[in-house]
């Protein structure tokens, strides 16, 4: 059940916005793709997802030739970025979604699907607000939510668009352990997409740094920060002391005077 | 201590000016004509009023107009849903073009649009030796009318929804796919439950106007007297004839329907008021 993705290319009408990638990921491995903003990681992951589609290259995953699984056959749990829960939904609803609209043999009965849906919102940390509305709850239980309608596809592969991108930094913090937790739990191949390195490295087995619509790096995350590969690689890492120095000296400019 | 006022909000007497203003002339515009319509029916007794209505002629425009409406507002729905649906979850060449095509009915006068179906399904028309041989009317009969309150009103239920699904975005439709779900089921109970109010509202306006639309259907209608007269042609009829009476009370039969739309609206809004705010964009 590994992911190989070869060679992929893919051009907006515009941009190209890969540019001939490939990397290989085994089952069970939590991958992160980083770099800054258009640099073609969240188009690599709409393309794992079936939301997209290369114009040359190819994705193997579980010993499928994965660009010919149409997206709703994949059992892809897809994590949106603004998370996209179904508004007039409830909780429940919107977790249970995915099971109910299962063709109906393979349909999980009401009763089934309610016991499904208590499982899932323990295990996010939601018991109690399966009645409410996604607006009535804060951004990490939306986040949560979002997660938790993902699973209950119960997924081949998670996919993970900024999962923390619109959060603050102390919930971004216990979400992101609590995340690593579940995935070791679930067993599953993971992808996230961020912009933050420091989350990358810290939440994943494998990174990929991407820049430009090509993978500058792809390895642990021990080897890159050991080695980086390209220039680009180097200032990318290099990045957070960077910045925060820069923010501290203009804090001092401005205040000092 | 001083008392500071909100900086978006204004002095005390402009509000008032402002106010007036707007009242004055939503009395002149909106109410005194309304007003008028229902006084000038009722002006000889109610009992005379219904006369006016009650004969066999009003009730065949009566009837006429609601049949019109009621084949042509489910169809423009159900169009306009489509054409909405198209142009604003998916990207395709021509997409400009089509979104300008569907204004044109708003900026074509009414007697044009109905003058374009004279000439294609007349009888010097396009098709019109071929419709005769087939016995099938459409000039100055039920399917003309219904096809020029069509075009009339198509842009209606489209006008409303396009905004609103562009805004909405493809995430909660890609979610749903990715879900497992098909593209009718992602249609029923994804996108359609966004859409409904907006929906709502374009088919109530689209009524509205298919109810009191003139120009387009007086040039295909014929002015056949209780068989293509709808009720605003019967009305113009009446006034000509010096029968005020009958037509303000055939008007205000319209103006009723009219009213009895905004307040079906008003009800349905206010009974979910809870639910429109929940899929309200948060």
Same mark, same amino acid.
């Given at each position: 059940m590994s992911l190989v993705v %070869? #060679?992929?290319?893919?051009?907006?009408?515009?941009? +190209?916005?890969?540019?001939?990638?490939?990397?290989?990921?085994?089952?069970?491995?939590?991958?992160?793709?980083?770099?800054?903003?258009?640099?073609?990681?969240?188009t690599l992951l709409r393309i794992l997802g079936g939301l997209?589609? +290369?114009?040359?290259?190819?994705?193997?995953?579980a010993d499928l030739n994965w660009l010919d699984v149409p997206? &709703? %056959?994949?059992?892809?749990?897809?994590?949106?970025?603004?998370?996209?829960?179904?508004?007039?939904?409830?909780?429940?609803?919107?977790?249970?979604?995915?099971?109910?609209?299962?063709? &109906?043999?393979?349909?999980? #009965?009401?009763?089934?699907?309610?016991? &499904?849906?208590?499982e899932?919102?323990?295990?996010?940390?939601?018991?109690?607000?399966?009645? &409410?509305? +996604?607006?009535?709850?804060s951004g990490g239980q939306r986040q949560r939510v979002a997660l938790a309608r993902a699973l209950a596809i119960e997924p081949r592969l998670l996919l993970l668009d900024e999962p923390f991108g619109a959060l603050d930094a102390k919930v971004r913090k216990e979400l992101r352990g609590w995340l690593r937790a579940l995935h070791?739990?679930?067993?599953?191949? #993971?992808?996230?997409?961020?912009?933050?390195?420091?989350?990358?490295?810290?939440?994943? %087995?494998?990174?990929?740094?991407?820049?430009?619509?090509?993978?500058?790096?792809?390895?642990t995350p021990e080897d890159v920060r050991r080695a980086p590969k390209t220039a680009f690689v180097a200032e990318f890492l290099e990045i957070v002391p960077h910045q925060k120095s820069a923010a501290g000296q203009y804090r001092n400019d401005r205040y000092s005077t | 201590? /001083?008392?500071?006022? =909100?900086? !978006? =909000?204004?002095?005390?007497?402009?509000?008032?000016? *402002?106010?007036?203003?707007?009242?004055?002339?939503?009395?002149?515009?909106?109410?005194?004509?309304?007003?008028?319509?229902?006084?000038?029916?009722? =002006? /000889?007794?109610?009992s005379v009023a219904w006369t006016a209505v009650d004969e066999p002629d009003a009730r065949a425009a009566i009837r006429l107009t609601l049949m019109v409406a009621a084949?042509?507002?489910?169809?423009?729905?159900?169009? @306009?849903?489509?054409?909405?649906?198209?142009?604003? /979850? *998916?990207? *395709?060449? @021509?997409?400009?073009?089509? !979104?300008?095509?569907?204004?044109?009915? *708003?900026?074509?006068?009414?007697?044009?649009?109905?003058?374009?179906?004279?000439?294609?399904?007349?009888?010097?028309?396009?098709?019109?030796?071929t419709l005769r041989d087939w016995d099938f009317k459409v000039i100055f009969a039920l399917p003309g009318i219904v096809l020029a309150t069509m075009f009339v009103t198509f842009p209606f239920v489209v006008r409303e929804l396009i905004p609103l699904m562009t805004d909405q975005g493809r995430d909660e439709e890609e979610a749903a796919t990715s879900l497992g779900a098909s593209g009718f089921q992602t249609f029923l109970r994804v996108?359609?439950?966004?859409? /409904?109010?907006?929906l709502l509202y374009g088919v109530l306006l689209c009524n509205a106007r298919a109810m009191g639309e003139f120009g387009a259907v007086s040039v295909v209608s014929g002015h056949i007297r209780g068989l293509t007269d709808t009720m605003p042609l019967h009305v113009e009829v009446l006034y000509n004839e010096y029968q005020y009476v009958g037509a303000f009370a055939v008007a205000s039969i319209l103006a009723l329907l009219a009213i009895l739309t905004l307040v079906f609206k008003s009800l349905l809004e206010w009974h979910f008021a809870d639910e429109i705010a929940a899929t309200h964009r948060h």
């Open positions: %070869d #060679s992929v290319v893919k051009r907006f009408e515009r941009f +190209p916005a890969l540019n001939g990638v490939s990397l290989t990921a085994p089952q069970g491995a939590f991958l992160a793709l980083v770099g800054p903003s258009g640099s073609g990681k969240t997209e589609f +290369p114009d040359s290259g190819s994705v193997h995953f997206a &709703r %056959d994949r059992r892809a749990g897809f994590v949106f970025q603004q998370y996209a829960l179904f508004k007039h939904m409830t909780v429940a609803q919107n977790i249970g979604f995915g099971l109910s609209v299962r063709p &109906r043999r393979q349909r999980p #009965s009401r009763r089934e699907i309610a016991r &499904r849906v208590e899932l919102l323990a295990l996010v940390q939601l018991e109690g607000f399966a009645k &409410r509305y +996604p607006n009535q709850l070791e739990r679930m067993g599953i191949t #993971s992808v996230f997409v961020t912009h933050d390195q420091e989350e990358a490295f810290a939440l994943a %087995d494998l990174v990929a740094i991407m820049n430009a619509g090509k993978i500058e790096q792809y390895g | 201590m /001083k008392h500071w006022r =909100s900086p !978006t =909000s204004d002095h005390p007497l402009t509000r008032l000016v *402002f106010m007036l203003i707007a009242v004055s002339v939503v009395a002149t515009f909106l109410v005194l004509p309304l007003a008028t319509v229902f006084s000038e029916a009722l =002006s /000889k007794g109610f084949i042509a507002v489910p169809l423009n729905a159900a169009f @306009g849903l489509a054409a909405s649906w198209a142009i604003a /979850k *998916f990207d *395709f060449r @021509g997409k400009q073009f089509l !979104t300008t095509l569907i204004d044109l009915p *708003f900026s074509i006068s009414p007697v044009v649009s109905g003058l374009i179906y004279v000439l294609i399904f007349g009888l010097q028309g396009w098709l019109g030796s996108t359609l439950p966004n859409i /409904k109010w907006g």
